[in-house]
């Protein structure tokens, strides 16, 4: 073993590693700051406030970074030993993990690991999908979850072609379509002001698993209420509870997934909640097929509809079942002192004891790292008094408002209504309606590799034109006379298909993506938050409104009023959403440094780019608006980013 240096006693080591870190951070944080800064900053001062926040982005980057390998070995050994963590072989996971938590790629270099150990430490990289069969059990567990939403929120789709009429509220006056929209609504309305609220308390209090399981119960037993409501208002009351399951669900489950997953996977994970989604969509529609035939009893009427929303129950009951079975996020554990069972946790998610190690001491590091941050300011006004910030959050909001403006949830909540509007069956409006889902979900798979491949700004710009067309084409296919049946109802299916097949790996992935991306380490949750918000509540906007929207313009007008909407996002996506496809923390804080005007202005240039390039064919180079240099470890600036002689 290398020698190290001497290890003060217990009493003083947190202060010892706290200071330690501090300096390997000054000197980490000083290079990153350089990396970024170009032209003007390169040459002059750094203002205080600005180094700050870069600052605290470079520790929570990698905290380790700066570390000798000697003395990244001590403070393993150090946590493992002051928090009672095992035997000698788990110090000796803690030592190695430790080292390998600095830079997980750099096994090969580490000494002391055997040959077994590298194999599978290469096997994270090699083959990514070779994990513990725990961890396919969480991976089950966050994909019935993702589908449990899905379901939720379809199962309405058919019901209400019943229930409406059932409860008085089927007509074309603006009674019957304020409070159909009403009560379609409902949850999102939950989940907008309170539910997403909830998040916060409910994993305090009971942890990952816990909020998991007490929202879908929330879910299971809200959706069984649907199926013995008697009036409109008792409607609009139950589905408004079930909001308090989809709300802090819709947070928790990614966080929990995220905690949980080694890096190899973890982002595929989280692209997976969208897709699953789409495939408890679809599933809610098969469930309004399969008892749209059910008959009325002595007792009860209206048993179809009934059954379809109480239907969406059993894959809350699965999650309710075993989500037990799967330990609890570490990090949750980690939060509450509690490190003996977070590395218990993260031993049965992992093939050996020194994964468990890394990534519980790197969770560690982290922590230590967000507890020290003090920027003198509420961070909630950090995301809108800092440049970087605010365009951020600019950029997450318009991809987070258009995500239901662009009009796919009216389709996903109204499509049965306006399959039968446009002279389809009922039974065939939800087989109709059913094809939809099968596409939403078929085309959500290819997102996992257009996203990374493409770009998110590049997917929009090329698929926000598409769902305008596809819309204005379905609108205006309302005008087929009645007489030519055939026509009409193909051409109406034919436009939602397609609007489908192009907002599935565009629109439906990338807001929830670009968010959790955009923002900084330090204000991300915060951002996060403030998406989810911004994305129920516009739910609930367009759910409650679309009844109106259509008596009131006909479906000429309503679809050409969503087709104008993915127009305006076009614009507002090449104006004012920078692409964060594939770069590093330094490369997106210089990303959105760039001020708004200049971005602005070269997203308006790249529209005759286009033309010359890809319509005249001519031979046309690309502008490139970011620098991104190689530079070297340079010490020779001080702390106000001058050269020093």
Avoid at 141 to 156: K, R
Avoid at 427 to 435: D, P, R, V, Y
Wanted: proline share 4%.
């Amino acid at each position: 073993m290398a020698d190290t240096e001497k290890i003060p006693n217990d009493s003083s080591s947190g202060e010892y590693d706290n200071n330690k870190r501090e300096n390997a951070h000054a000197e980490h944080a000083d290079y990153r700051n350089h990396s970024v800064a170009h032209n003007s900053e390169r040459h002059g001062s750094v203002p205080a406030a600005e180094r700050a926040r870069r600052n605290l982005n470079a520790k929570l980057a990698n905290p380790l970074a700066g570390y000798s390998h000697a003395e990244l070995e001590d403070q393993g050994a150090q946590y493992a030993m002051k928090h009672q963590l095992g035997e000698e072989d788990d110090i000796r996971a803690f030592r190695m993990g430790a080292v390998l938590a600095q830079d997980p790629t750099k096994y090969d270099s580490i000494r002391g690991l055997d040959d077994s150990e590298r194999e599978v430490l290469r096997k994270e990289f090699t083959n990514r999908w070779s994990q513990p069969m725990l961890m396919y059990v969480v991976i089950v567990l966050c994909s019935t979850c993702a589908a449990v939403q899905g379901m939720d929120e379809a199962v309405v789709n058919g019901g209400q072609i019943f229930y409406t009429v059932q409860f008085g509220i089927g007509g074309k006056d603006s009674r019957s379509t304020w409070l159909t929209g009403l009560v379609n609504s409902a949850p999102y309305l939950c989940c907008a002001f309170i539910g997403c609220w909830l998040t916060v308390p409910f994993n305090h209090y009971f942890g990952r698993r816990g909020t998991i399981f007490i929202t879908c119960t929330f879910s299971a037993l809200a959706c069984f209420w649907q199926g013995f409501t008697n009036t409109w208002w008792h409607m609009f009351i139950a589905r408004f509870c079930l909001g308090f399951g989809i709300g802090p669900k819709s947070a928790t489950v990614p966080i929990y997934a995220a905690e949980t997953t080694p890096p190899a996977i973890r982002g595929a994970l989280v692209m997976q909640w969208q897709m699953w989604t789409a495939f408890g969509i679809m599933f809610g529609y098969v469930a309004d097929l399969a008892f749209y035939n059910v008959k009325d009893t002595a007792h009860v009427t209206g048993l179809n509809w009934r059954l379809m929303m109480a239907s969406a129950m059993f894959p809350a009951l699965i999650v309710i079942c075993f989500v037990f079975m799967c330990p609890e996020s570490p990090r949750w554990y980690m939060s509450k002192g509690r490190h003996g069972k977070a590395y218990q946790s993260m031993v049965k998610l992992r093939f050996m004891k020194i994964q468990a190690a890394r990534d519980l001491f790197y969770m560690q590091t982290l922590l230590e790292a967000e507890g020290t941050m003090k920027l003198g300011q509420s961070k909630i006004l950090e995301l809108v008094t800092v440049p970087r910030n605010r365009r951020a959050m600019i950029g997450s909001e318009i991809v987070m408002f258009m995500q239901q403006f662009c009009g796919v949830n009216v389709i996903a909540y109204y499509s049965s209504s306006i399959f039968v509007e446009s002279g389809f069956s009922e039974i065939s409006a939800l087989t109709a309606s059913f094809g939809f889902g099968l596409i939403n979900w078929l085309f959500a798979i290819p997102a996992i590799y257009t996203i990374d491949t493409f770009g998110r700004r590049n997917l929009l710009l090329t698929t926000f034109p598409l769902m305008s067309l596809f819309l204005f084409f379905t609108g205006f296919s309302f005008w087929i006379p009645v007489s030519q049946h055939t026509a009409r109802v193909a051409c109406i299916a034919l436009g939602i298909y397609l609007f489908g097949i192009v907002y599935s790996p565009g629109e439906g992935p990338v807001p929830f993506t670009y968010s959790a991306e955009a923002y900084p380490l330090y204000v991300r949750a915060y951002g996060m938050s403030l998406a989810t918000a911004t994305t129920w509540f516009f739910n609930f906007v367009l759910s409650i409104t679309w009844p109106s929207l259509l008596a009131a313009f006909k479906p000429q007008g309503a679809f050409a009023y969503y087709a104008v909407w993915n127009l305006i996002g076009f614009v507002l996506v090449l104006l004012f959403m920078p692409e964060t496809r594939n770069k590093t923390l330094e490369e997106l804080d210089q990303v959105f440094s760039v001020p708004t005007h200049i971005h602005a202005a070269y997203g308006m240039r790249q529209v005759p780019y286009f033309f010359k390039r890809y319509l005249l064919r001519q031979h046309v180079e690309p502008e490139i608006l970011y620098e991104r240099e190689e530079y070297e470890y340079d010490n020779s600036y001080d702390d106000e980013g001058h050269k020093v002689v």
